[in-house]
């Protein structure tokens, strides 16, 4: 779980992840990155001791998934200051019906975490659930 020790690449929610690096210039290169910031801050809001990982795999299809692990910190680690004081306790994942940039794919999925947050289902099935 060394991936909790490495610093936050969007501060509250997100942890680092290479596939959150590569979402993050992906959306630089496009000038969407005011989009993924704001998706950032939206997210942000609540449950503040939730931390996200972002991973981008490809299924059988060679179709682009999407994968959020939660975060929660352990019993009595308050506050949390290592990785050992979290526990993955979900990874939601979500497919692409179509041939889709992956990349792309995962900045839209981001946005559309973020939008309505945190009253919109997929919020409620990533972070809150």
């Keep these: 779980m060394d991936i909790l020790r490495n610093q936050p690449s969007f501060q509250a929610k997100f942890v680092y992840s290479d596939s959150l690096k590569q979402v993050a210039d992906y959306a630089v290169e496009h000038n969407k990155f005011n989009k993924l910031n704001q998706a950032r801050k939206n997210i942000d809001n609540a449950y503040l001791t939730t931390r996200l990982k972002l ?7 060679n179709l682009p998934v999407v994968n959020f692990s939660r975060f929660i910190p352990k019993r009595g680690a308050i506050p949390p200051f290592e990785a050992t004081d979290y526990v993955q306790v979900k990874t939601v994942s979500y497919a692409a019906s179509e041939k889709i940039n992956p990349l792309k794919f995962a900045l839209e999925k981001i946005i559309k975490l973020s939008n309505n947050a945190p009253q919109n289902k997929m919020y409620k099935s990533v972070v809150k659930d």
């Design 55 to 61: 991973d981008i795999t490809k299924n059988s299809d």
